[in-house]
Each structure stands twice: as structure tokens, then as C-alpha cells.
């Protein structure tokens, strides 16, 4: 499974895409909050209990995604050059659509005026200075970080567990398979909670409509704008640009090239699926080498996350506001980091996006029950990411290409039929 494709998976049950049984839930709830009120406030057990699943998912999830998406990179020293410069582009493409994504939501104010009264408000504690706050991440007590849920710490040793892991060789391999154990079981529990998401949103929404009214969920169309608007941006102005200066290559020869991967990443939904329409697309459209494009584009599929990224800064932002929470430098320092170190990994996983934003609101201190207000209009949502993502490690794999000398110009330059 690739980023951001669980909207494509069943339970079983008639098939139904769990995209779907969660959209009904949103609707439902909705529907159902509206008609009864505040005397719909007893199913709050129900959405808090589904809320506490996800919570207690997120440090385990974070551990085996980082230490396994890392680990499987290899050892960078033996790929060379080429590992190197891959690594380093999707890192650099994540971390520059998230600066988007935040300038979007801070220009368009998606949730703001919504009036939602955080559930767990805490006291306004001082700012701490960021040589404090850069100490703070080193964790004095891994095993303490964990118990208590402090998940920069928790990304940070899973961080270095990672890179210790892979550089150690074949030492690791039964680390490796421990880890990749429990990723698989993970992964599994993930896949059970979100199961019940549907029943979930339902519970959630219904209270949130029953106490505030049905005008609270009239801003998600702002939200829908803002993740659509950050994400052509990126694709137009970030990615391009990098093409067009860094590559020296046309951005519109690209965009044509790509188009066919785009066109499925955005009605499938899968990075994943799309991956071998990628790598055709890159081969014989873009004219890059069969070495590149096939170690290139599948670590983009399991790492890069340009899209995701994106959607995590606008929906943080959009629930930060939503719950009247003003956020600081240092939180959007934050919310920046934890999207780009929390990706490494969770691609594989159904309900990537749900999951990987769920660690970054935790992050900041933000209410997860932000959730459920987003929940509903994933798959919407979902469609302009993926072909993001898509299109971020197809541009990556022309850069790497370029800088190795492995990109046949002919091919890219040849006007399509």
C-alpha cells in the first residue's frame, strides 16, 4: 500500500471504500446533531473512546514507521551519490510544501470564527527559548519519552534508532525483522481502529453539530480550497522552479510527460498503484535512465510526501483556529518538523494522512478531536495530495537524473503525439 491510498480499502462489508462509510458517518452525524441538539451530548463517550484508539496508536507508530522507513533506505554510503541526492530532494520538496501549506492557511483563515471550545484547554504556560526548546528534544530517558507520550522526543531517538540501524549492517538484519514485525501488527491495529472511524466521526461530529450547531462545518469548503490551492502552488511554483533552475529543463515538458501518472494518483487515490504508471512515465516520457527511475521512484513512494505535507499544515492550522488556539513561531517551527520527520515511513499504512496528522496536532498541543471535523472530506482532500506526491517524486527522479547524467534530453523534449 502506498501513501495515502487506505480510502481504497474495504472491510468487507459490500465492499464499501471506508472513505465512504466515513463520509456517511460525517453526514450523519451531522444530520443527527442538528435534529436533537444538546440532547445528542451523551454519545461524547463514543467519539472520545475513538479518539483514545488513536491516541494510543501514535508513539508505537511513530517507532516502527521512522526506524522501519529508514532502515529500508539502506546503507546511504554504499548507494552512493545517487541514495544521497534521493534523500535529500524528497526532504527538501516535503519541507518546502509545508511553508505553503501554513501561508495558505494563515492567508485564507479556513476555521476561523468557528468558536470550538478545546476539550482539554491547559493554562498558558511561557514560551521556552529555542535553545531550550532544540535541548528539550533529546530525550534524558527514551523509555520515559515513550511512557509519557512526548512525541518530538519519540521522533528524534526513533530518528537516530533508524540511522544507527542501517549503519550497522547486517548486525541489524534481526532488529530489522523484529521492527518489521512489529510494524506489520501495527499496522494491523491501525487498520482495526480505523475500521470503526466511520462510527467514530459519526459520534464526534454529531456532538460537535449538537452543541454549536450546523453552521460549524460550513468552513470546510475554505479547507477544501486551501489544501487544492497549496497544493498547485507547490507543484507549479516549487516543483517547476526546481526543474526549470536547478535542472535546466522545461517545467511544461515535465508536466506533459507526467500527466498519465497524475491523471491515475488522482482517481485512484494511490501512490502506490500509480507507481508503475510513474516510472513508465519517467522512462519513456521524461527520459530518465531504468537505474534512476527504478530506485528513485519507489523510496519517493515510500518517503516523499509533498501533498500529505501540505494537507497537514492546512488542516493544523484550520483545527488551531477552528478551537480559537493563536499559535506561536515556535508551533509552526513545529508543526513543520514533526510533518516532515512523521511521514518517513507512514505512507504504507491505510488512513496515512489521518495518522500522520494526528501525531503532528499532538505535537503542537492541538486537540485531536480536530479530526473529526476533516475526517469526512478526506477523500476530496486525498485526491489533490496523491497527485502531488506523485508528481513531487517524478520531479525528483529528473533532478537526480540531471545531476547524475542518466536523463536523456531527446526523450524529454520530444513533443507528445
Excluded at 56 to 76: K, N
Excluded at 137 to 144: G, H, K, Q, V, W
Excluded at 204 to 229: E, F, M, S
Excluded at 273 to 301: D, K, Q, W, Y
Aim: proline share 5%; glycine share 12%; hydrophobic share 55%.
Amino acid at each position: 500500500m502506498g501513501k495515502d491510498d487506505a480510502e481504497t480499502e474495504t472491510d468487507g462489508r459490500a465492499g464499501v471504500p471506508i472513505w465512504t462509510r466515513v463520509l456517511i458517518g460525517l453526514v450523519a452525524g451531522a444530520l443527527t446533531g442538528a435534529v436533537f441538539g444538546e440532547r445528542i451530548l451523551w454519545l461524547d463517550p463514543v467519539g472520545q473512546a475513538f479518539i483514545a484508539a488513536i491516541k494510543m496508536l501514535v508513539v508505537p507508530l511513530i517507532f516502527v514507521s521512522l526506524v522501519g522507513g529508514i532502515s529500508s533506505i539502506g546503507d546511504l554510503g554504499r548507494m552512493g551519490r545517487i541514495g544521497g541526492r534521493t534523500v535529500g530532494w524528497y526532504l527538501v520538496t516535503t519541507a518546502a510544501a509545508i511553508p505553503v501549506g501554513l501561508a495558505i492557511a494563515v492567508w485564507l483563515q479556513p476555521g476561523a470564527g468557528m468558536g470550538l471550545v478545546p476539550p482539554s484547554a491547559t493554562a498558558a504556560t511561557e514560551t521556552p527559548s529555542l535553545a531550550d526548546s532544540l535541548v528539550a528534544l533529546i530525550p534524558e530517558n527514551a523509555f520515559a519519552a515513550f511512557s509519557s507520550g512526548d512525541n518530538l522526543q519519540v521522533i528524534v531517538f526513533s530518528l537516530l534508532f533508524g540511522i544507527a540501524l542501517a549503519a550497522v549492517g547486517e548486525k541489524g538484519t534481526p532488529v530489522t525483522r523484529l521492527v518489521d514485525a512489529l510494524a506489520a501488527v501495527i499496522f494491523k491495529l491501525t487498520e482495526m481502529i480505523i475500521a470503526v472511524a466511520p462510527i467514530g466521526v459519526f459520534a464526534l461530529i454529531a456532538v460537535t453539530t449538537g452543541r454549536y450547531g450546523i453552521d460549524v462545518l460550513l468552513p470546510l469548503g475554505k479547507l477544501i480550497a486551501g489544501v487544492y490551492a497549496g497544493c498547485l502552488i507547490h507543484a507549479v511554483v516549487t516543483l517547476g522552479g526546481l526543474l526549470a533552475f536547478v535542472g535546466g529543463v522545461s517545467p511544461l515538458q515535465f508536466f506533459r510527460g507526467v500527466l498519465e501518472a497524475q491523471i491515475v494518483a488522482f482517481s485512484t487515490t494511490t501512490a502506490a498503484g500509480t507507481l508503475p504508471v510513474t516510472i513508465s512515465c519517467a522512462r519513456h516520457n521524461l527520459g530518465v535512465s531504468e537505474e534512476v527511475s527504478g530506485f528513485v521512484l519507489p523510496i519517493g513512494a515510500t518517503i516523499n510526501m509533498d501533498g500529505t505535507a501540505i494537507y497537514q499544515a492546512v488542516a493544523a492550522v484550520f483545527i488551531a483556529q477552528a478551537y480559537g488556539i493563536d499559535l506561536t513561531p515556535l508551533q509552526y517551527a513545529t508543526i513543520l518538523v514533526a510533518a516532515v520527520l512523521a511521514s518517513v515511513g507512514t505512507a504504507a499504512i491505510p488512513a496515512a494522512g489521518l495518522m500522520v496528522l494526528s501525531i503532528v496536532l499532538t505535537s503542537v498541543g492541538l486537540p485531536l478531536e480536530g479530526i473529526a471535523l476533516v475526517a469526512g472530506i478526506d477523500r476530496i482532500l486525498d485526491m489533490a495530495r496523491t497527485t502531488v506526491n506523485v508528481t513531487g517524486d517524478a520531479a525528483v527522479s529528473v533532478l537526480v537524473a540531471k545531476g547524475e547524467g542518466e536523463l536523456d534530453l531527446d526523450i524529454f523534449n520530444e513533443r507528445p503525439e
